[in-house]
């Protein structure tokens, strides 16, 4: 089983060099590392041209969700099974990587994300707004996808690449570039019964001291991005669908 890790890259000039340096010292549980350069204007485009891992590269910004859904394209047109991503600012660690993909090399799910809240899993440094906004969105996602998470909000995923070939809805729409993809994903996972197998499992999420910014969401429309998604992803029609379904 191939594996693909990737990260989407938007000006992180402080901290993707320490990423990289963290990658080459655990040693990813991947076969491959993407880099997408989205459009970043500060310097991290050189260092992801001088990484020596393979890139994608656009001229402006369009979002994490048109990375990931480049990236996903990428490792289906290159013969990969399974996806992994780290985000670029470095609250997920190279080192824990094997505890998202493992459960899918065991053929014990189709798509796994992390939980800082599950024993075992920590996430220093989390501010107190987070604190209070991640089990409010928790009981949003139960309430649009009946199924019951305890960390909606990690972006620490990994999923097979096949299981978009039983995707009977636009994964690749315009509207998903941004904040919406992540979630509008997961809520199709959810709802998707037999058909697609997912799990948490425990992992860390560090955030830095006062004082180093770590993230680009804003919020109050940011986040409700992150939360409509998975209330979309019940209403509309379409669906994944069990594996040999021809329609």
């Given at each position: ?77 290159h013969?990969?099974?399974v ?19 493992g ?106 001291s006062?004082?180093h ?35």
């Amino acid at each position: 089983m191939k594996v693909l890790g990737f990260s989407p890259v938007f000006n992180q000039l402080h901290d993707l060099p320490l990423l990289l340096e963290e990658l080459s010292v655990t040693g990813p549980a991947c076969d491959e590392f993407l880099l997408v350069n989205n459009g970043s204007n500060d310097g991290s485009e050189h260092i992801i041209r001088s990484s020596g891992w393979p890139c994608i590269e656009v001229e402006r910004n369009r979002g994490v969700g048109w990375a990931i859904i480049a990236a996903t394209e990428w490792a289906r047109e290159h013969g990969y099974d399974v996806l992994v991503g780290l985000a670029s600012n470095r609250k997920m660690l190279p080192a824990e990587m094997e505890r998202v993909v493992g459960p899918i090399r065991r053929g014990e799910a189709d798509y796994v994300t992390g939980s800082r809240y599950l024993e075992g899993g920590m996430s220093p440094n989390l501010s107190a707004f987070r604190r209070l906004a991640i089990p409010i969105v928790n009981l949003a996602v139960h309430l649009a996808t009946g199924s019951r998470i305890t960390d909606a909000t990690c972006g620490y995923r990994a999923f097979r690449v096949d299981i978009f070939d039983r995707a009977r809805f636009d994964w690749r729409a315009e509207w998903l570039w941004t904040y919406a993809f992540e979630p509008y994903l997961y809520g199709k996972v959810l709802i998707a019964g037999a058909a697609v197998r997912w799990l948490e499992v425990p992992i860390t999420m560090r955030y830095p001291s006062r004082g180093h910014g770590y993230t680009k969401i804003r919020p109050g429309l940011d986040w409700w991005r992150m939360v409509y998604p998975f209330f979309w992803a019940r209403i509309e029609r379409g669906r994944f669908v069990e594996s040999g379904t021809t329609v």
